[in-house]
């Protein structure tokens, strides 16, 4: 079952029970509508398509109908044939410059895809473990502090530092933390004592 298909069957199951309840006179519109996604007005468009077709009138019949922008079948057929008779075995991205210099419009992807669809292209294996983000490993000569941070994070607390002692918050000579007075500033709280 496709994923329209499935979302088609949910819409008609929550209608059916926002309908219930609103029938029996535990739900309001705005409640029922509310249980449904939408407005007051959109379910009451269902429902008179409800009483109109019963659970037929709920189906988006726009999901049924082929799209404008696809491409012919035979347009489709004389890809694939082209590449069977004289570029059998190469790449996808290969073959696209070729398409693209007989006089071919469609997108790297569309080609790649009706390629793979019609099996003239293996798909790719997907990517190992081995391409996952990882924390970067230290590089030699790292300076790592007793305290466990980094470079950049002592520069930016020394910048912090300084930049209380420029706004006034000059420090505590005893190591004590207080709050600086002058600005409140949260960030310079935590580093407003004195390293001397």
């Known amino acids: 079952m496709k994923r329209t298909e499935l979302l088609r069957e949910i819409r008609k199951m929550r209608f059916e029970e926002a309908y219930g309840g609103w029938q029996e006179g535990r739900l309001r519109q705005c409640e029922a509508a509310s249980l449904l996604g939408g407005c007051e007005r959109t379910f009451r468009r269902y429902v008179v398509r409800y009483d109109d077709e019963g659970l037929a009138g709920l ?10 922008r696809k491409a012919p079948v035979d347009e489709v057929m004389r ?11 190469w790449s996808a991205k290969h073959f696209f410059a070729w398409y693209r210099r007989d006089g071919g419009e469609r997108s790297y992807t569309w080609v790649k895809s009706r ?4 099996g003239l292209v293996v798909r790719a294996k997907r990517r190992g473990a081995h391409r996952k983000r990882r924390d970067r490993s230290p590089w030699p000569g790292l300076m790592i502090h007793q305290d466990g941070s980094t470079p950049v ?3 930016d607390s020394l910048m912090i530092q300084s930049l209380g002692e420029c706004l006034g918050g000059g420090g505590v000579a005893d190591g004590a933390r207080t709050r600086d007075n002058w600005n ?11 390293h001397h």
């Open 153 to 155: 994070q002592a520069l």
């Open 79 to 89: 890809m694939t044939e082209q590449y069977r008779s004289r570029h059998t075995g």
């Open 59 to 68: 189906i988006d019949h726009r999901l049924e109908q082929v799209s404008q």
């Open 115 to 118: 390629l793979q669809d019609s």
């Open 184 to 194: 409140h500033n949260p960030g310079l709280y935590q580093l407003s004592y004195s």
